[in-house]
């Protein structure tokens, strides 16, 4: 085992060297077919780690830190719930700028692009039949 071990770091030692498979294969003297196995398998492992280690990430909605399923897509978010919590949230915090139908100065409305008035004075005023100054 330690052995099979040593000869598979050789192998791969010899491969970021620059070496041919067959190089490898006629140093280490395992067959050609065994040598290219070690190297594709050894660049798969690196490529899954590489992928879990750059995006330790944080939910975007609780902040938790996301642990990446290996080989998984780069996730924004711990669950579903999350996902879908942030975007309500989004949604609800979305700014609409608007007009105000009585004092017609604009204004902006979070999350709620059909409103009327700036303020409830307003509102107050124009549901009073009043008029704008
Ligand atoms: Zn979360
Ligand atoms: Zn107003």
Do not use: W
């Not at 620059?18 to 140093?27: R, T, V």
């Amino acid at each position: 085992m330690a052995k099979d071990l040593r000869l598979k770091d050789l192998i791969l030692a010899y491969r970021e060297e620059g070496l041919s498979y067959k190089d490898i294969a006629d140093k280490t003297g395992v067959a050609n077919a065994y040598a290219r196995n070690i190297c594709s398998r050894d660049r798969r492992k690196k490529a899954r780690l590489d992928n879990e280690c750059s995006a330790p990430g944080i939910c975007r909605f609780c902040g938790a830190t996301l642990t990446c399923t290996a080989g998984a897509r780069k996730k924004e978010f711990c669950n579903d719930k999350c996902r879908s919590d942030f975007h309500k949230q989004q949604k609800l915090h979305r700014p609409y700028v608007r007009v105000c139908e009585f004092c017609r100065q604009e204004f902006v409305s979070y999350g709620y692009p059909k409103k009327r008035f700036c303020s409830r004075d307003c509102l107050t005023l124009a549901a009073r039949g009043g008029k704008s100054a």
